[in-house]
């Protein structure tokens, strides 16, 4: 499989559930290779990317989910979205939110499960490789988000192209301190979002939930 860049658009979804199958050494190397291709300003590249696996990831998962069984505080390294949200964005973050729940049979009273879908961030949705994308603590500015942002698309959509899977994760970021414990040297890394990846699972429902998109028109103009 390798679809072109704009099947790859079209087809990259996020992927909640995966296979146990490695996505083998010599093909992450070639599309972290293809990934770094990215543009940034004044060619700063101020992204830094970990991939994070066997071993590794599992010790990580422990802690996060006993982090998120305890309840422990979150403590982002940076605010992803303004606050409040603009209302037609919080109106599509609010569907999404439905959305899902009501894809995967989940009512709205239904505490445990609710609680369930959310601990599944928490255990990088089951996949065996992760990456994690990040930049240099205390040296950002809203543009460096935008070079590293980069990055993370090439990883989605390549991976989509290779017939893999991916879901960007915010979520995760909120026990920053325990990705500095586990990964080593990144002490003064400021972590931006997880990417667990892998082959998605063959007839998940989770992995079949696709969000609408506004038409176009409602926000492309052409001028002249
Ligand atoms: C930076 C970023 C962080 C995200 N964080 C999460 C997350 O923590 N958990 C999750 O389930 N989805 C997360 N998402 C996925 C979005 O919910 C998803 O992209 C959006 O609903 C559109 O769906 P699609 O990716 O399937 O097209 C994140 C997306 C982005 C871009």
């Known amino acids: 499989m390798n679809l072109s860049a704009l099947e790859a658009m079209h087809a990259r979804r996020s992927i909640r559930e995966f296979e146990s199958e490695l996505v083998?050494?010599?093909?992450?190397?070639?599309?972290?290779?293809?990934?770094?291709?990215a543009?940034?300003?004044?060619?700063?590249q101020p992204w830094r990317l970990y991939l994070v696996q066997g071993a590794a990831l599992e010790a990580l998962r422990a802690d996060y989910l006993a982090a998120f069984e305890s309840g422990k505080p979150a403590?982002?390294?940076?605010?992803y979205s303004p606050n409040p949200?603009?209302?037609?964005?919080?109106?599509?973050a609010k569907?999404?939110?439905?959305?899902?729940?009501?894809?995967?049979?989940?009512?709205?009273?239904?505490?445990?499960k609710r609680r369930a879908h959310d601990r599944e961030n928490f255990r990088f949705f089951g996949a065996q490789q992760m990456f994690f994308l990040g930049t240099q603590e205390n040296a950002?500015?809203?543009?460096?988000?935008?070079?590293?942002?980069?990055?993370?698309?090439?990883?989605?959509?390549?991976?989509?192209a290779l017939g893999y899977g991916s879901c960007p994760q915010f979520s995760v970021m909120i026990y920053p301190d325990l990705l500095k414990k586990h990964i080593p040297n990144s002490a003064d890394t400021l972590f931006i979002a997880g990417l667990p990846f892998g082959?998605?699972?063959?007839?998940?429902q989770v992995n079949a939930f696709q969000p609408a998109r506004e038409l176009i028109d409602n926000w492309f103009k052409t001028i002249g």
């Open 24 to 37: 083998p050494a010599d093909v992450i190397k070639q599309l972290v290779e293809a990934a770094g291709r």
């Open 39 to 44: 543009p940034s300003s004044k060619n700063t």
């Open 75 to 79: 403590k982002p390294g940076y605010q």
């Open 85 to 92: 949200l603009p209302e037609t964005w919080a109106a599509r």
């Open 95 to 112: 569907d999404v939110g439905i959305g899902i729940f009501k894809h995967k049979g989940i009512g709205r009273d239904d505490t445990e």
């Open 140 to 160: 950002f500015s809203y543009g460096t988000f935008l070079d590293c942002g980069f990055v993370l698309d090439n990883l989605m959509l390549g991976l989509t």
């Open 199 to 204: 082959r998605p699972k063959t007839g998940s």
